[in-house]
């Protein structure tokens, strides 16, 4: 009999260093997920199922499994789709003997220790924060109740505001025409929350690299290095003030909406609208660095969910570096070159799941799509697992391939919406291999996938006045060859007859735990939207309650 240890939970904080030598297992947690490390002394320990349910009794659910990562000697996972600020139990059970342990998401809630409250009207003058607030007691900057702060210092003063302190909140602020950056966050700060700011026509005017340009990334929200435990939510940033160029002069180089400079992780970033006009688009609207490494943007424990990005000329989501328990969810990406960049992930598990990738476009003059997902390794970085779940490509116009050209190891997919022309991943081979199943491609080529169970019909779908596309319940298709047909009292031969059958897609994917356990029907739907459940619901209104800030309001 498997013993049962029951422990009592260490939570890493997501804003103070991680710990050198946490317990073991040890738990980083969001406000609706919860990452998992647990080491053992084993080079090949088998499966490590996950079971939790919220403390004090219940159902006990089942989580995806555990993924062991034999470089480290450690399983890594999520549970995902929680509530904040609620304890739950979770059970691992695996080869070595069953561990319980509680442990708890973050609230959503802040408790305010200090308000500073900025002068109503227009500022020109760049605004520092220095002092900290602490995890009882956050810094929150604002405008005063009844009025409207707007930070415009024209194009002559570097930044709108500058933060060098820990544990602050920037609430409902209007900030235009930085010269470089809108917010800068300084090295090595931890807990800031950015909510319900406007930020526009920042940075300078750039160019592509290739004309010998240097001032590209020019941001709305800028992290220097080494910040940790970012909530940036419900922002409207848009309409930088310089442009990126597009692939006809090289790779792209120009501002971005959020940029992350290896971060130590433990961010969410929810919620936010993020466009431009084609003219002064984005070169990535959320990207970072070192791609290539064990850091990266955002680097770890961190969620990507709920926003709409639009008007990129290179990736509108760039998670690239260790991706370790890092999700991405819920995002409508719009009007971009590459969607989701997730080169490389060195350490895993990456989670994407339930996104929509609209239209997709190399340049100005060149419709030709990109990729949905862009992937590759380099030298010891790589090798991460990558989850790929239930997301929707829609076409006309959207992206030509679902996995860039590079190498694609070590990567699942499941229950996705493949709607393009070109192949489903590269022709190189994959190691670790990779497994692709279960999902709708629409394609010619596999490359180096394999999908005994896809679907190769095009799909259909129903558009509400959302952004929604749930599927059709039926689809037209041809039937080949010739058709006798009844008409009245005569038969008659109809050649390559047009007939319709029921869609396919529906209920046509399998059961993962902890993401479709609520499907509907026999079996969960293939693409981002389960019908008859609730629809998904983007961009900064999405929590279901609108609440207008001072900029909107004054």
Same mark, same amino acid.
């Given at each position: 009999?498997?013993?049962?240890?029951? @422990?009592?939970?260490?939570?890493?904080?997501?804003?103070?260093?991680?710990?050198?030598?946490?317990?073991?297992?040890?738990?980083?947690?969001?406000?609706?997920?919860?990452?998992?490390?647990?080491?053992?002394?084993?080079?090949?320990?088998?499966?490590?199922?996950?079971?939790?349910?919220?403390?004090?009794?219940?159902?006990?659910?089942?989580?995806?499994?555990?993924?062991?990562?034999?470089?480290?000697s450690?399983? =890594? +996972?999520?549970?995902?789709?929680?509530?904040?600020?609620?304890?739950?139990?979770?059970?691992?059970?695996?080869?070595?003997?069953?561990?319980?342990?509680k442990?708890?998401?973050?609230?959503?809630?802040?408790?305010?220790?200090?308000?500073?409250?900025?002068?109503?009207?227009?500022?020109?003058?760049?605004?520092?924060?220095?002092?900290?607030? /602490?995890?009882?007691?956050? $810094?929150?900057?604002?405008?005063?109740?009844?009025?409207k702060?707007?930070?415009?210092?024209?194009?002559?003063?570097?930044?709108?505001?500058?933060?060098?302190?820990?544990?602050v909140?920037?609430?409902?602020?209007?900030?235009?025409?930085?010269?470089?950056?809108?917010?800068?966050?300084?090295?090595?700060?931890?807990?800031?929350?950015?909510? !319900?700011?406007?930020?526009?026509?920042?940075?300078?005017? +750039?160019?592509?690299?290739?004309?010998?340009?240097? +001032?590209?990334?020019?941001?709305?929200?800028?992290?220097?290095?080494?910040?940790?435990?970012?909530? &940036?939510?419900?922002?409207?940033? $848009?309409?930088?003030?310089?442009?990126?160029?597009?692939?006809?002069?090289?790779?792209?180089?120009?501002?971005?909406?959020?940029?992350? %400079? /290896?971060?130590?992780?433990?961010?969410?970033?929810?919620?936010?609208?993020?466009?431009?006009?084609?003219?002064?688009?984005?070169?990535?609207?959320?990207?970072?660095?070192?791609?290539?490494?064990?850091?990266?943007?955002?680097?770890?424990?961190?969620?990507?969910?709920?926003?709409?990005?639009?008007?990129?000329?290179?990736?509108?989501?760039?998670?690239?570096?260790?991706?370790?328990?890092v999700?991405?969810?819920?995002?409508? @990406?719009?009007?971009?070159?590459? $969607?989701?960049?997730?080169?490389?992930?060195?350490?895993?598990? @990456?989670?994407?799941?339930?996104?929509?990738?609209?239209?997709?476009?190399?340049?100005?003059? !060149?419709?030709?799509?990109?990729?949905?997902?862009?992937?590759?390794e380099?030298?010891?970085?790589?090798?991460?697992?990558?989850?790929?779940?239930? /997301?929707?490509?829609?076409?006309?116009?959207?992206?030509f391939?679902?996995?860039?050209?590079?190498?694609?190891?070590?990567?699942?997919?499941?229950?996705? &919406?493949?709607?393009?022309?070109?192949?489903?991943?590269?022709?190189?081979?994959?190691?670790?291999?990779?497994?692709?199943?279960?999902?709708?491609?629409?394609?010619?080529?596999?490359?180096?996938?394999?999908?005994?169970?896809?679907?190769? =019909?095009?799909?259909?779908?129903?558009?509400? %006045?959302?952004?929604?596309f749930?599927?059709?319940?039926?689809?037209?298709?041809?039937?080949?060859?010739?058709?006798?047909?009844?008409?009245?009292?005569?038969?008659?031969?109809?050649?390559?007859k047009?007939?319709?059958?029921?869609?396919?897609?529906? !209920?046509?994917?399998?059961?993962?735990?902890g993401?479709?356990?609520?499907?509907?029907?026999?079996?969960? !739907?293939?693409?981002?939207?389960?019908?008859? /459940?609730?629809?998904?619901?983007?961009?900064r $209104?999405?929590?279901?309650?609108?609440?207008?800030a001072?900029?909107?309001?004054?």
């Amino acid at each position: 009999m498997k013993r049962t240890l029951v @422990l009592a939970m260490t939570i890493v904080s997501v804003g103070s260093s991680f710990a050198a030598t946490p317990e073991n297992p040890y738990t980083v947690n969001t406000f609706e997920c919860i990452g998992i490390y647990y080491r053992v002394d084993s080079a090949d320990p088998g499966d490590c199922k996950v079971n939790y349910r919220a403390s004090g009794g219940g159902q006990w659910k089942a989580a995806l499994d555990l993924w062991f990562d034999q470089r480290d000697s450690e399983y =890594r +996972g999520s549970i995902v789709g929680l509530t904040p600020d609620t304890e739950y139990e979770v059970e691992l059970v695996c080869g070595q003997g069953n561990v319980r342990f509680k442990t708890r998401t973050r609230s959503e809630q802040f408790k305010i220790g200090k308000t500073t409250y900025l002068d109503a009207g227009v500022t020109a003058t760049t605004v520092r924060i220095t002092e900290s607030g /602490n995890e009882d007691g956050w $810094h929150l900057v604002t405008s005063a109740p009844g009025s409207k702060t707007t930070i415009d210092p024209e194009n002559t003063l570097d930044y709108n505001i500058v933060v060098e302190a820990s544990f602050v909140i920037i609430r409902g602020l209007e900030l235009k025409n930085a010269a470089i950056h809108g917010i800068l966050i300084e090295r090595g700060v931890h807990d800031v929350v950015i909510e !319900d700011c406007d930020i526009t026509f920042w940075g300078r005017i +750039g160019g592509p690299r290739t004309f010998g340009n240097t +001032g590209g990334s020019d941001s709305a929200i800028c992290a220097k290095e080494g910040t940790a435990g970012l909530v &940036i939510q419900r922002n409207l940033i $848009h309409d930088p003030r310089g442009a990126s160029n597009d692939w006809d002069t090289g790779h792209p180089s120009g501002p971005q909406a959020i940029t992350l %400079h /290896n971060s130590r992780g433990g961010n969410i970033i929810r919620y936010n609208d993020i466009f431009s006009t084609e003219d002064h688009g984005f070169n990535d609207a959320f990207g970072g660095s070192s791609n290539f490494s064990d850091r990266g943007s955002p680097n770890r424990d961190s969620d990507i969910y709920g926003n709409i990005i639009s008007n990129v000329w290179d990736d509108a989501i760039e998670s690239e570096g260790a991706n370790m328990n890092v999700r991405i969810w819920g995002n409508y @990406l719009h009007h971009t070159f590459q $969607h989701i960049a997730v080169a490389c992930t060195s350490k895993g598990p @990456l989670y994407i799941f339930r996104n929509v990738f609209g239209l997709s476009r190399r340049t100005h003059r !060149d419709p030709l799509g990109g990729s949905m997902i862009k992937v590759g390794e380099r030298d010891q970085y790589g090798g991460g697992r990558r989850y790929v779940f239930h /997301n929707t490509a829609l076409q006309p116009k959207g992206a030509f391939r679902v996995f860039s050209g590079h190498t694609c190891p070590n990567t699942i997919t499941r229950n996705n &919406i493949f709607d393009c022309p070109g192949p489903l991943t590269g022709s190189r081979p994959a190691d670790p291999p990779s497994d692709f199943d279960y999902d709708v491609f629409t394609g010619l080529s596999m490359g180096q996938g394999h999908e005994r169970h896809g679907i190769r =019909r095009d799909p259909a779908f129903v558009r509400s %006045h959302g952004l929604e596309f749930y599927l059709a319940p039926t689809i037209s298709t041809v039937k080949w060859g010739k058709t006798p047909t009844q008409r009245g009292e005569r038969t008659v031969v109809i050649t390559d007859k047009v007939i319709t059958i029921p869609n396919p897609a529906i !209920d046509a994917g399998v059961l993962i735990p902890g993401f479709n356990d609520d499907y509907k029907g026999k079996a969960p !739907d293939m693409g981002a939207f389960e019908r008859r /459940n609730p629809p998904i619901r983007f961009g900064r $209104h999405a929590q279901g309650r609108i609440v207008l800030a001072p900029w909107e309001e004054f």
